[in-house]
Structure formats: C-alpha cells, structure tokens
C-alpha cells in the first residue's frame, strides 16, 4: 500500500498545469481529491512519474448561475453539489449517493467524469441533464456535450493534456429529477443506477431524459425508453411499461457481483424507480 | 472470465491465418504490444504495456499454438506476469469463409490472479472485452493494408 516515487507538482494556475501536461504526456496524472487515483496508487496500479495536484489553482471551485443554468468548477466536491439549492434535482440526489460522507467530502466531480469508471454516478446524471463538460487544453478551451463525452471503459473524450475545467448544467423551470440505484454493499458503487430528468405536461409526462450506469462499458442514454415516457401516465404500471426497454441494445457488463442478465434486469427496475421518485 | 465472440475481416481465411501467426502482425494488433519475438520452441515471447484508463501494467508473456490447423484453426495458450497480477488463459480460434472474407470466431477462458484481480475484479471481463475489441479492429486495418 506505498505507491512507487512519484514527482509533485503543485501548479498556481490553469497554464502552468497545462505545460506541465504537455511536457510530461503519458507520465502525469492529474489530482483534485484523488479518491480514485490515491488508492490507484498506493495500490501501484498506476504508476505516474509526476502528479500534478489542481488543487491551488483558483477557479476550479463552486457553483455560479449563468444565463441557461449552472456552472460547476471541475473541483468542486460532491458534498458540496449535494448541499446545493441552485442545482437540478437530479444532481444534488445523485451527489448524496455517492460513496460515503468521507469520500463526498473529498472527492470532486471533475475526477470522477475524467476517470470515466463505468460504474460511478455522475456519468448517468450529466446524460440526464444534458450537461456540457468544458475541457481547457494546449490550443485553448473546447466543450463536449455529455452524450459525446463517455467513450469506453474509463475512456473518456478528455484528451491526457487537457484539463476538465468546468461542467455546465442547463436549468429546466419546473422539470424533476431523481436518481436511484442498486449499490454493490462493499463500495457503494452502482451494479445498476439511472438518472432521470423530467417534465409533467396536463398531468402527463411531458419530456424526460435518463442516463443510466453500471450497466454498459459508459454511461449511456436509453433513448427508447426516453420515447416511451414521453407522454406517458404518472402510475407505477404505465411507467413501468415504458421502462421496460433500459437495457436494449446494450451487452451488459458482468463480474463477480452481477451477472450480465441480472444488470439488464436491474437496469429496467432502477429506471422504473428513478422516474417514480422523481413524480413523487 | 470467458471470452467469446467473433470478428469479420475483408480478406479470405489463408492470408488471415498467416497474419495472425505472424509476430510482426501481432505486435502492431496487440494493444500496447511493445515486444514479440518468436523463440526457438516456436512459442512468441511478447511484452505488453496493457492500459486502461489510469490503471497500467505491463506484462511480460509467452504465447504457445497447439493443434494448428492451417487455414481453420488453432489453439492458443497465454501465460503472463506483471507486478500488477498474472493472467492465464487459452482460446480456440477458428476462421471460416464468409461472404466478403473471413469470419474469425474466438472461444477462450482465462484467469486472471494476484492484486489486478484483488482489486480490480469488477472491471476485469469489461477491460478484456474492451482489449479483445481493440485487437480485431487493429487487424481489421491491418488486413485493409494488404
């Protein structure tokens, strides 16, 4: 449990973390709270010559109301994004699932997107709100909407000499959030877990977007599902109806905890729930 | 943790089989393939710098065929070690023709010990997967070089 020597760095500002990205390349790994990458480490499962920690450099905390909605500064924690009465619904409820109160206390959003674990929470909830991830790198700024922004396992759009800077949240007046899983006990992450943003239209569901994770290699939209709910009654039979194509199209994963049908299985039943939560 | 599935290529069963017998071919499909060398038992010694996300190991192998069977099939055994874990598995490959080339079907198990496994058990069959995907799309490209 003693990671191999390792470089530090400890960057005042955004283009002196670049450079030293760009100088070091493959050999930098970047730390915000480092609830993925310390135990990575220590486990010497990466092995980085240089870790460049952002947490001196301003900015990179907090949330700020813009013209559409929200701006969320890659570092800022979980906790915090829980504790918010400016963000979506479906974000404060996603942070407070996370982890335990330590790891929410430490752990920032911006690292748990970058590392793209296919079963982290986040990555179902940016899909949900239909977020924007704002990535800052050599040649300047660029965003990535969330439904471009989960690639693979851990393989995210983030490129290694880019810095994930911010994420941008749009504000829906009136829209509903929730979000549900089924935690693995050990390590709360989810065998199965949907994020679901939604609006009521005449005592219907009027639109609805929902993410869901754990299930495939990324995050991923179950746009048929997002069909059949718009329009859809609020009672538990028509939505579970409407839920019941979430893992279509989708070769779920499978390990020791869960095997690919029981995720398949599980993905319909959290969707279910994450929708009547949000109706609730 | 098993393996199994199957990959078209756009080239007919005997230049695919030489390709994928060919250290040369190997060492540029393998993801992270930074060595691959045939001894003289014939068996490939090959290094590897396997990644997935921040997560890195490099793994020192040895790859043996048995009963191969020019241009149908063969039987592949790979044992490996890294500082990270050790991985020892075995795949039938079978190819057959199809319409606009090759069908090449894979069917194998492997296990995978030590602290990747420990700790990573969760993620291990999705980072295979993702491996072996990697692989045939780099000998679908390699093939279209032909």
Known sequence: ?280 | LKLEGSAQVALEPAAVFDQLLDPKVLARCIPGCERMEKNEDGAYETLVSAGIGAVKGSFKGVVTLSDVVAPERYRLSISGKSPVGYIDGGALISLEPADDGTTIRYDGEAKVSGKIAAVGGRLIDAAARTLVRNFFDRLAVEVART
């Open chain 1, 1 to 280: 449990m003693i990671p191999r020597a390792f470089d530090y760095a400890v960057p005042k500002t955004i283009d002196e973390a670049l450079a030293l990205l760009a100088e070091h390349g493959d050999d930098a790994k970047v730390l915000t709270g480092g609830h993925s990458l310390i135990p990575m480490l220590k486990l010497r499962l990466a092995q980085p010559a240089l870790v460049v920690d952002l947490r001196k450099v301003p900015g990179l905390v907090g949330i700020k109301k813009t013209k559409e909605g929200i701006e969320i500064g890659a570092a800022t924690t979980h906790a915090t994004i829980a504790a918010s009465k400016d963000v979506p619904a479906v974000l404060s409820a996603t942070a407070s699932r996370i982890g335990d109160a330590q790891v929410r206390n430490v752990g920032t959003i911006g690292g748990s997107l970058v590392h793209a674990d296919p079963a982290a929470d986040w990555p179902a909830a940016m899909l949900a709100t239909g977020a924007t991830i704002v990535l800052v790198g050599p040649t300047g700024e660029r965003t990535v909407d969330a439904d471009h922004f989960f690639l693979g396992l851990m393989e995210s759009a983030a490129h290694r000499d880019e810095i994930l800077k911010a994420i941008r949240v749009p504000v829906t007046k009136g829209a509903r959030g929730a979000y549900y899983k089924v935690a693995q006990s050990a390590s709360g992450f989810a065998l199965a877990g949907a994020a679901v943003e939604l609006t009521l239209e005449g005592g219907k569901i009027g639109t609805a977007r929902v993410g869901i994770t754990g299930v495939d290699y990324h995050a991923y939209r179950p746009t048929a599902v997002e069909a059949a709910l718009r329009g859809c009654k609020t009672n538990p039979d028509a939505v579970e109806i409407a839920c019941e194509k979430a893992a279509d199209g989708v070769d779920p994963l499978e390990d020791i905890h869960a095997s690919s049908r029981y995720r398949a299985h599980l993905a319909k039943v959290v969707t279910k729930r994450a929708v009547l939560a949000a109706l609730a």
